[in-house]
């Protein structure tokens, strides 16, 4: 049975540090890109960041540039999301998913998802 299982959210105050784990259990991890999204009171679910599941390469929505750091760890089979300096736009609920054929990272569907960790971010 598949199973992804998000953590590490919390609350932190603006400026400071979050970083989230994705434990994938019951598929292959290594044949799996991982997306990270996230969602906010009353707005849509948003891509966040994703890491590819062959050759490492990752992607970032604009907003989180420079400030989130995708990565993953075959041996532990887990997906991380560092993030940094963040701010209270950062806050809602975030998603990990697994996808084996992702092209376009932020919108195409995905396989499996985890059930999401909170963040909060205060001013």
């Known amino acids: 049975q598949p199973r992804l299982v998000e953590s590490g959210g919390g609350l932190v105050q603006s400026g400071g540090s979050l970083r989230l784990s994705c434990t994938i259990s019951?598929?292959?991890?290594?044949?799996?890109?991982i997306g990270w999204f996230r969602q906010a009171p009353g707005k849509e679910r948003e891509g966040v960041s994703y890491?590819?599941?062959?050759?490492?390469?990752?992607y970032y929505t604009d907003s989180v540039k420079g400030r989130f750091t995708v990565s993953r760890d075959s041996a532990k089979k887990t997906g991380y999301l560092q993030m940094n300096s963040l701010t209270p736009e950062d806050s809602g609920v975030y998603y990990c998913a697994a996808g084996a054929h992702v092209s376009s990272p932020f919108n195409d569907a995905y396989d499996y998802w985890g059930e999401g960790t909170q963040v909060t971010v205060s001013s």
């Open positions: 019951g598929i292959t991890f290594d044949y799996y890109g």
């Open positions: 890491i590819h599941h062959t050759d490492g390469t990752t």
